[in-house]
């Protein structure tokens, strides 16, 4: 596959993973809750499988700014669950998920380490 359907592939899957998991913030109902892991995981899989092949495809090996994105990554994935088992808590977990796309956003953008 081409780097530019990876890329596509990693940014599509992670913008639907990011908003699957401010939908489960905003709306953690039960009747929600298979969605939201269903569609959820399976973005968070793909953004996870597209984001190695980026990887191997342009041959960077793994600098620190890929560890650091995902440790955002899985941080990302678990606030949706998280917002079901705790719905009180879904405030914290949308600023909590605001804060992990823009760190991830910063270490693509400027790759800092």
Same mark, same amino acid.
């Given at each position: 596959?081409?780097?530019s359907?990876?890329?596509?592939l ?21 009747e ?13 899989? +793909?953004? !996870? =499988?597209?984001? #190695? @092949?980026?990887? $191997?495809?342009? /041959? ?7 560890? +650091?994105? !995902? =440790?955002?990554? #899985? @941080?990302?994935? $678990?606030?949706? /669950? ?32």
């Open positions: 596959m081409s780097i359907l990876y890329l596509f990693h940014v599509s899957a992670a913008i639907l993973m990011v908003a699957i998991t401010f939908s489960a913030c905003a709306a953690p109902a039960e929600n809750k298979r969605c939201h892991q269903m569609f959820g995981g399976l973005a968070s899989l +793909i953004t !996870l =499988v597209a984001g #190695f @092949g980026l990887l $191997a495809k342009t /041959g960077q090996g793994f600098p620190v700014w890929i560890i +650091i994105k !995902l =440790v955002c990554w #899985f @941080g990302i994935a $678990a606030l949706s /669950g998280l917002a079901h088992r705790n719905p009180a808590g879904t405030r914290k977990y949308g600023l909590i998920a605001t804060a992990l796309v823009l760190l991830a956003i910063y270490c693509v953008v400027f790759k800092p380490f």
